[in-house]
């Protein structure tokens, strides 16, 4: 894989990573029912949007679609791929990150699951963002797999 579009699929991934660090923060103020940061005093209670599921989804999504793209940016070189579909598989990776990521925040943030379209502005819009990014990972899972696949069929990993 170029060294151009792993380093984009590095930065997307450290970015989409941090996200979901940072979406760890209403989850463990939620599951506390209050803001409290130790060694700093004190806490204030508050009634944060979302619940406990919905936090540890956002929490987890940024995570592990950060991961994602990190992990395959890794092995990037030993896929045995056009750049057409190096292209693709690092666009549709980061497409998928990025549109789990916000349908996953808006969740709590708004309400809804998107897990069908309709009820409601968010959940549609969290339902096709997660359909989007469906689709993109498999396109690029498929794709994964073919580039090792051939690199292993022919003895190389220089491409």
Known sequence: MHA???????AHGALVFLVGLLAGFPFAFVLLGKLTLWPLPGSIDVLL?????????????GILNGL??????????RLRLSVRAQTLVAWSLIVTAWANMLAALLGPLAGGRGLEFGHGPANSLMYLLFVAAIVAVLMAMVLVF???WRSRREGSSDH
């Open 4 to 10: 151009r579009l792993q380093s984009l699929m590095v």
């Open 68 to 77: 994602t793209l990190l992990a395959v940016a890794g092995i990037g070189a």
């Open 146 to 148: 073919l580039g090792a």
């Open 49 to 61: 949007p979302g619940d406990v599921r919905g936090w540890r989804i956002a929490h987890l999504e």
